[in-house]
DNA sequence: GTAGGTGTGACAATCGATTGTGGGAAGTAG
DNA sequence: CTACTTCCCACAATCGATTGTCACACCTAC
């Protein structure tokens, strides 16, 4: 094939022009200008060779180097949906400790479907990707099965997957369950109903389990007081509370599993006539940006999710420098309990709109 | 070199394998598999490469192919700041797009620190990225102009550049605003104060004269009502107001350059006794997915952000299939005012706390 | 039976950087 | 002056897929 005239763009300078210009060998130029390998070159060489190279402006061609070297330097990141507020935090905090390490992030968003999860990983992974950071993982998970299996290194943020052996970073959910629970319980709420994440998720089933074994531990019963929700959204909080509002539990507080359960529940039981709180106090999770702004402000449990994604990407950044992580592995981020206005003593009790 | 041998990973299998499983050579092997080339090769030929690469499970290896064919299948799509909530939204829309033709987004925060965007930019190209989707674009921008020198495919999404010849995907601002000054007329109000964004954005400067334009249209004066924020930010909504009063500028309602900013002023408002809506009423823009849960929920202006990101993803992917942009192409997508609870009549002036 | 046409697939160059190997020059010692 | 070491650098293979060129086979037509 006849190499093309390039006429309309800048010719971009290759290896071999600067060996050109330096007077060497290709092959010297790169490990001139490869720290490694640069030792057994002579210093006035690799001199030479750094003038050309800026006096050419070169810069390497990573796909090139890519195909050679089989690494790419870069890192996906598997997010369920971009727009639920939590991600953005843990996105941004990935990105710069991959950019600081020389890393580049490639997102994609599964739109919380499985299958899109699996094609993506797929895609990913014949793009040449060096590992994955999976924010996505489910407690059964075929999709994080597959990159075990064919050793690919990964870790997961926010949730983890039963199966899996890849490092998890995460947050102590039990102890942010457990403030919200004693908290509550200070405030006299006996009658607390909790509003459990889906059980394929990790985040769900943790915060139930500690949800339980706090009322336990407060001397309180849980048999009627766990409500699932089918997903982390509004829609799934309200659900719940129309649910449970239908089946006649009593209860006096709600300890949500995430920010936007609550908020859906607020709503709803607004719906109802009921005031929160005057008539139901509630807890949220993870406090999202603008949990601080609503009337009343929620009551929620701080979550270092910016830590996160930088722990997370630190974490791979080892995996990929070669440490092999101890299967099993988790980071727990410690959280902070945020009491605001949608938590109150427990007052009389109220029939909505009486 | 000797090829070390696999042990600990599979085996992965290239198109060499394939074709020998299928008894053909190589080449062959990739016209088969390649629709474009397909009829150079016979049916025959086309199903048993097929099979053998269903057989072995074959994923082309896209580094390999990118060397090839300088095409790398890979946009970048550049943010300023994706934990501000007006970004997850084009990201989203330009994601779906993107993946829905093949294509895999990068995807880069700059901070807002136009150097980390220049070298951002830079290293994306390095990667052989097909091409860019910018969020980020300032009026001036040396990022821009060093794309459009290299020819590189380009579109801006929410914000323009003057200088750039880059087609432009964003809204119908002036009309957006227009609605908003309206709407406050209608509601009896004169003093009428803009929270303007900096000038070196378009979304700043196009809102500014919006508003100056349709003040004028409704026969009011704008001398001294357009008051700058230099930033996006709550904070700097909050310093604006601040520096109004302090000027004792008389107002008794805004319009805010963005939701953030109206939110800023509101709070700056309510930290001096001002309340809202009885006291100023306050418009934002862009409709972020929160407006509407505040208290009192804001009036504002819906972007359909998701449609630009994926209208921005979809010009892009025009040029990149060789489509030539008409130069100073722009796309301006219709805006929805959303009258809601922060605008109300104009009442009797009133000093704050009175 | 031969000439001419068409279609198919093999061959090899290529993208640009990395890296194992070997050779040659320079330097030191005997 | 020869022999041996040391240090640099050049050579060429390699990563895996794409693609221009060419040869061969088969078919039709005269």
Redesign the interface.
Known sequence: MVRTPII???HKVRLVDVAREAGVHAGTASRALNPAARDSVSRQTVRRVERAARKLGY??????R??RTSR?F?VALVVP???N?L???I??GA??AL?EAGY??????TNNEPDIERS?V???????VDGFIVATARWHDPALDALA???IPTVMVNRRSESSPFPYIGADDRRGIEMCVRHLVELGHRAILHLAGPADTSTGRDRTSAFRQAMRDNGLRTEESIVACTSFTEQGGADAINTVLALGTPFTAIVASTDLVA?GAAEALAGHGFRCPRDVSITGYNDV??MR???PAFTTVRVPLNNMGMLAARTLLNSLRGAEPEVGTQILLPVEFVRRGTTAPVGPPRKPRS
């Not at 810069?59 to 090139?64: E, R, S």
């Not at 580049?104 to 968003?109: K, P, Q, R, S």
């Not at 797929?122 to 040449?128: E, N």
């Open positions: 309309d763009t800048v810069t390497p061609n990573t796909v090139a890519g195909l790419s870069v949906d971009i727009t507020p991600f953005p935090y996105v941004r990105e710069q950019t580049t992030l490639v997102l994609t968003d993506q797929a895609a990913m992974r014949a793009r040449g299996e064919a050793g908020i940006d603008f702004r609503l009337t």
